[in-house]
């Protein structure tokens, strides 16, 4: 048992997940679920995502020693000012948004005195949502990266990572800025080119795709409110993604309209000679 | 049983698939794999892809029914040659290959009174490779696209379709123009940008690759000769496919730069509804 309350705000397919995750490890003896909507919370409920739940934010972190702040990102600094008025010092604060620095910044300020906060972000996740696809197992095998800053309590950073590794989470510590630079390019500018591919098809081309097409841009059905707050929260990062990789595919596109077999080749050899290692590293790392 | 013998040029993921299916469904009395070294033609008899195989492409194409080039593209017109010369007139040739236009005038040339020619597009397959990965039902559910030139015999045609819906495809017939200008966008195009993004990432950004990032490049690990091969023969519609995409992700990136959330929004929303509707279409035509 690592916490006597956790509450959850925003229980959603990760909030959820996280949920089920701690009460089928028994990681916590009382896990509360704060949403909008009853119906949601309490399909989250009978899912086994959490103890019990309420549409009442202050009530529901009231006493709890861990608050998840599980809401999309352009929420995240508004239900955190609202638990902030709520909750007591010793409080561990975290949230599970894909952007860390501006997050951090603003929640760093807004816990100052108040609790103790850290930020984390599971890369764990679907372009399916809700607690309705909530699985107590989503987080083993993932990656949950923690950031820490000149405010962040070092015991607070340990009890959530602890967390994390407790529902099957590999753990990693870097820089706000750190995260954000490397998610740009690992997660929010796939996000951003699988979107633009399907923009681009027509309907007589969409007749002719199959798996590659389905894969390649799998991600592009994700909630566009979530990952419209994403880009614009990491958007330094993200442009600057936007512009590698247009320098890429400009200079794919020089070597294919020179007909350059040798060049074309090599660009092509070396992707695919990196994507080979790194599913390598990948299942060795998570064999099944 | 619609053919007596079918010779099966180049015994890869692909044509060790169709091998296999043909043999499974009693679709051929005989089919004969060709290829370049007896160890891998040994593994593909074992696997059940063909019944005898030889590596002398004269002996292997003779009093065959059908004969189906399943080389990489770059190979296609070579055998096509080799195959010419050993074939009796009433023969039908057809091939795998993922273009068509350059592939359909050059091979229409090269059978022209020596045999009847069928242009084939079956859109599946994977990142694997070769006929050790080859699997019987790997057509189910499929399409094959199936290109008609002012050179293509009619009951050919049908033939060919017959035998692509006996194994499982559904089939579809447009020129060969079409066919390259639907399947660049469709397939070529995702697959030069799956690999553009592995190439900007750098090894700590890996690090931080989770599923989303596996999907989205997972077309990036396919063999480099055969898609090098693809690109140059489909280039003029696949540079058409990398301009609208870089029109697009610039777009794109004026509205993060601007924080035009309303613009972005509506960029993301639209391609998470057109995903999720070609999804349920799919899902609709191949239910499982």
Same mark, same amino acid.
């Given at each position: 048992?690592?916490?006597?309350?956790?509450?959850?705000?925003?229980?959603?397919?990760?909030?959820?997940?996280?949920?089920?995750?701690?009460?089928?490890?028994?990681?916590?003896?009382?896990?509360?679920?704060?949403?909008?909507?009853?119906?949601?919370?309490?399909?989250?409920?009978?899912?086994?995502?959490?103890?019990?739940?309420?549409?009442?934010?202050?009530?529901?972190?009231?006493?709890?020693?861990?608050? *998840?702040?599980?809401?999309? *990102?352009?929420?995240?600094?508004?239900?955190?000012?609202?638990?902030?008025?709520?909750?007591?010092?010793?409080?561990?604060?975290?949230?599970?948004?894909?952007?860390?620095?501006?997050?951090?910044?603003?929640?760093?300020?807004?816990?100052?005195?108040?609790?103790?906060?850290?930020?984390?972000?599971?890369?764990?996740?679907?372009?399916?949502?809700?607690? *309705?696809?909530?699985?107590?197992?989503?987080?083993?095998?993932?990656?949950?990266?923690?950031?820490?800053?000149?405010?962040?309590?070092?015991?607070?950073?340990?009890?959530?990572?602890?967390?994390?590794?407790?529902?099957?989470?590999?753990?990693?510590?870097?820089?706000?800025?750190?995260?954000?630079?490397?998610?740009?390019?690992?997660?929010?500018?796939?996000?951003? *080119?699988?979107?633009?591919?399907?923009?681009?098809?027509?309907?007589?081309?969409?007749?002719?795709?199959?798996?590659?097409?389905?894969?390649?841009?799998?991600?592009?059905?994700?909630?566009?409110?979530?990952?419209?707050?994403?880009?614009?929260?990491?958007?330094?990062?993200?442009?600057?993604?936007?512009?590698?990789?247009?320098?890429?595919?400009?200079?794919?596109?020089?070597?294919?309209?020179?007909?350059?077999?040798?060049?074309?080749?090599?660009?092509?050899?070396?992707?695919?000679?990196?994507?080979?290692?790194?599913?390598?590293?990948?299942?060795?790392?998570?064999?099944?």
């Amino acid at each position: 048992m690592l916490f006597q309350k956790v509450a959850i705000v925003g229980v959603g397919l990760i909030g959820g997940s996280l949920g089920a995750a701690l009460r089928s490890r028994k990681l916590a003896a009382e896990v509360h679920g704060i949403g909008y909507r009853t119906t949601t919370l309490e399909q989250a409920k009978r899912r086994g995502c959490i103890d019990d739940f309420t549409i009442d934010l202050g009530e529901g972190v009231r006493n709890a020693e861990l608050v *998840v702040i599980a809401t999309p *990102v352009s929420l995240i600094e508004k239900k955190a000012r609202e638990t902030a008025e709520n909750i007591s010092p010793n409080c561990i604060v975290t949230d599970v948004g894909s952007t860390k620095k501006i997050i951090t910044e603003r929640l760093d300020a807004v816990f100052s005195g108040k609790a103790r906060f850290v930020g984390s972000h599971p890369m764990a996740g679907s372009e399916k949502r809700g607690a *309705v696809n909530a699985a107590a197992d989503l987080f083993e095998g993932a990656l949950c990266i923690l950031t820490r800053t000149p405010n962040t309590d070092e015991n607070a950073l340990k009890a959530v990572e602890e967390m994390w590794r407790e529902v099957g989470a590999a753990t990693t510590v870097m820089t706000p800025g750190e995260h954000d630079r490397r998610v740009a390019l690992a997660s929010h500018l796939p996000h951003v *080119v699988a979107a633009s591919l399907v923009n681009i098809e027509n309907d007589s081309s969409l007749e002719c795709a199959a798996t590659g097409f389905a894969d390649a841009t799998r991600i592009a059905a994700s909630d566009p409110k979530l990952w419209c707050g994403i880009c614009l929260d990491n958007a330094e990062e993200i442009l600057a993604g936007i512009d590698s990789l247009s320098e890429e595919l400009d200079s794919i596109r020089t070597l294919i309209k020179k007909g350059d077999e040798r060049g074309l080749f090599e660009k092509l050899r070396r992707a695919s000679d990196r994507r080979r290692a790194w599913e390598q590293e990948r299942t060795r790392q998570n064999p099944e």
